[in-house]
Nanobody, 124 residues
């Protein structure tokens, strides 16, 4: 059974930075599209960023473009999300997810496996 485990969340002041990590196990990691979603209280889960299997192609939600950076290390089976210039509206539980077969999209239903999430709180 594939597993994804996020880490790195926490409390940060507006304008600050955080780095999230997601380690995969029992997964042919290098063949999966990896993404980050987030979910704020009372809101639907929303797409944040995606990185294709090679790491050479990335996509971002407009709300985080220019502030967040997704990357992956296939040897370590880990995907990262570097978050800069954080805003209170970035407060959410952040989830990583994986999709096989080169699939990707901004809808949660695309993804086969999910982590348990890590909380990010940005104070104003």
């Amino acid at each position: 059974q594939a597993q994804l485990h996020e880490s790195g969340g926490g409390l940060v002041q507006a304008g600050g930075s955080l780095s999230l990590s997601c380690a995969a196990s029992q997964l042919t990691f290098s063949s999966y599209t990896m993404v980050w979603f987030r979910q704020a209280p009372g809101k639907e889960r929303e797409f944040v960023a995606a990185v294709r299997w090679s790491g050479g192609s990335t996509n971002y939600a407009d709300s985080v473009k220019g502030r967040f950076a997704i990357s992956r290390d296939n040897a370590k089976k880990t995907v990262y999300l570097r978050m800069n210039s954080l805003r209170p509206e970035d407060t959410a539980v952040y989830y990583c997810a994986a999709a096989s077969g080169g699939r990707w999209g901004d809808e949660p239903t695309v993804y086969d496996y999910w982590g348990q999430g890590t909380q990010v709180i940005v104070s104003s």
